[in-house]
């Protein structure tokens, strides 16, 4: 069975250790993952963190889908989507409120940001869970107003956040979640039960989480195995199509 990783990083660790682009991607191969999608999120300004992604992106093109890492409130967030999306051709938007310091609720330029964004198809990534920054709920909303983009909630907002952000996307067909560092099985388990297979993706939050711990968690929720396809590589595949 293929596997692809939707959610992974680059660049030195939150405890300052560094990797490579050819430490990700032989790692990964080590348990089976043929494609990866990163952002780099090891520094505060914006383009730093994109330019050492889109260097991944060309050392290891039929492997690394590369995502842009966006500070909405900068005043260059536009500047940096067209940027990243356009110039570099990155395969999604990572933003992650807790790293930039502001609350969705409160980032009055985010609406323009998604929209320029929704120029290019590609999915809008959220960490959710972790942070009283990282609430899910403005995040449906922007997604109910905007339903020809995609949105993915990563690590399906925790467990501060994991049943909530379910029950609010659950007739919400363009938002997926994530799985990866969300070890509460009742979590992951509703989110089979209630989003089904095609609208959960596979990610090992490469370099932070044991990635065999990432698959193997995967095998304990009654998918068989087309519904494990769907799983560890189909919706990645999809998303990734612009």
């Not at 993952?33 to 050492?52: E, F, H, P, T, Y």
């Not at 992106?57 to 500047?79: L, N, Q, R, T, W």
Request: glycine fraction near 8%; charge should be negative.
């Amino acid at each position: 069975m293929k596997r692809y990783d939707f959610h992974s990083h680059l660049g030195k660790t939150r405890s300052g250790d560094a990797n490579s682009a050819v430490q990700l991607v032989e790692d990964l191969k080590a348990f089976g993952i043929s494609k990866v999608g990163i952002c780099s999120l090891s520094g505060n300004g914006m383009r730093a963190q994109n330019d050492l992604v889109y260097e991944a992106m060309c050392e290891f093109p039929e492997v690394i889908e590369g995502y842009a890492d966006i500070d909405p409130k900068a005043p260059d967030a536009i500047d940096e989507v067209h940027r990243t999306l356009g110039e570099c051709h990155m395969n999604g938007v990572k933003f992650m409120p807790w790293k930039h310091g502001y609350a969705a609720e409160n980032c009055p330029s985010l609406g323009g940001v998604l929209d320029a964004i929704g120029e290019y198809g590609v999915h809008v990534q959220i960490h959710g869970g972790a942070s009283p920054l990282c609430t899910p709920f403005v995040w449906i909303e922007h997604a109910k107003k905007r339903p020809h983009m995609k949105f993915v909630f990563t690590h399906i907002c925790g467990r501060e956040f994991g049943h909530a952000c379910i029950e609010a996307i659950k007739n919400l067909d363009n938002f997926w979640v994530e799985t990866s560092a969300n070890m509460e099985a009742d979590i992951l388990q509703e989110a089979v039960d209630v989003l089904g297979s095609k609208r959960i993706l596979f990610g090992t939050d490469w370099p932070y989480k044991p990635t065999n711990i990432e698959i193997q968690k995967l095998y304990h929720l009654g998918l068989d195995e087309d519904e494990l396809e769907d799983v560890f590589w189909r919706n990645a595949q999809f998303l990734w199509e612009r």
